[in-house]
Every structure is written in structure tokens, then in C-alpha cells.
């Protein structure tokens, strides 16, 4: 389920629209998950910091690479963003 919040954002979803939403995320060729484009990285990116921090995916970078955040270790949603600046960089 965690793919489907990640790729919805959106907890009120009944479990056939999150199955929906992962159907669409993934590719039915062979099971295999399909690479998401650059564009798709960055529309997760930026919900989730917005979800998250209340701040926008480049606004979280910014105060990413200027370590602005006091110990990002001891926030699950400062590290729950970080986990994913992969798919912005």
C-alpha cells in the first residue's frame, strides 16, 4: 500500500481505487514495475514534500542543500522526503 499513498497521496482512497492507482503505475508486461519519467519523479517528489512539510519540492531542496533542517534524523517527514530526492536528482 505504501506505493499507492506514495503514488496517490491520497489516504481516503477505498482499496479498488488504490489498486486502480498501482495498476497505473505499474506495467502488466512480465509484473515488472515500469520506470517513471522524469516529470512523474518530480509531480511525487513535490506532493509529497507538500503532503509532508507543507513546502514545495524545490523549497525542500533548497533546505536540504543548505542543511536548514536541525537533525533531519529525528524527523519521519523530513527523512520520508529525503528518501526520495533520487527521483528529483
Not at 64 to 77: L, V
Amino acid at each position: 500500500m505504501w506505493l499507492t499513498s506514495l503514488a496517490e497521496g491520497d489516504e481516503s482512497r477505498t482499496a479498488a481505487e488504490q489498486e486502480k492507482a498501482v495498476q497505473r503505475e505499474t506495467s502488466q508486461t512480465n509484473g515488472n514495475a515500469r520506470d517513471l519519467t522524469p516529470e512523474e519523479g518530480r509531480e511525487i517528489f513535490d506532493r509529497q514534500a507538500q503532503r509532508y512539510l507543507k513546502m514545495s519540492g524545490a523549497a525542500f531542496l533548497e533546505a536540504w542543500d543548505t542543511e536548514q533542517f536541525n537533525d533531519p534524523d529525528s524527523s519521519p517527514d523530513v527523512m520520508h522526503v529525503a528518501m526520495l530526492i533520487p527521483l528529483v536528482r
